[in-house]
């Protein structure tokens, strides 16, 4: 059982500070471990990541190749008619503002796009930016439709 006064550190989890400069037979005298001279020995005398000693660095040597798009692209959010089919009622519109209020739909977004993922057995009237070939199929097979925000 475990007790109080049985309690220890793990074994290696506790060392002794380091005593430096208290004389050459400590092993960390003079020096302090730091050898002789030069910018390392000095107190502050860090060197930052990638600097090597005033010749050009590698990063800057290499030349700069390729673009990305994230920054500018569209953020289109993905909706699938299995959430629909879990969240809806039957003849319920649904557009972006239901979708975010059922929590389908979360943060800044450019357009929504519904997607065939799932089946549906309710008629709905869906209102979305964009809809792939199955999504809108089965929609309209329930019985339901769809308005794309893009076409009109």
Known sequence: MLQLHTIKPNPGAKHRKKRLGNGESSGLGKTCGK???????????????GFEGGQMPLHRRLPKKGFNNTRFQDKILIVNLSQLERVFEAGATVDENT??????????????????????????????????????????????????????
């Open 35 to 49: 050898g002789n001279k030069g910018q390392k020995a000095r107190s502050g005398g860090t060197i930052r990541p």
């Open 99 to 152: 979708l975010r209020a059922a929590k389908l739909v979360q943060g800044p977004c450019d357009a929504v796009k519904l997607l065939g993922n799932g089946t549906l057995t309710k008629n709905l009237n869906v209102v979305v930016d964009f809809v792939s070939a199955s999504a809108r199929e089965k929609v309209t097979q329930a019985g339901g439709t769809v308005t794309v925000l893009s076409e009109a």
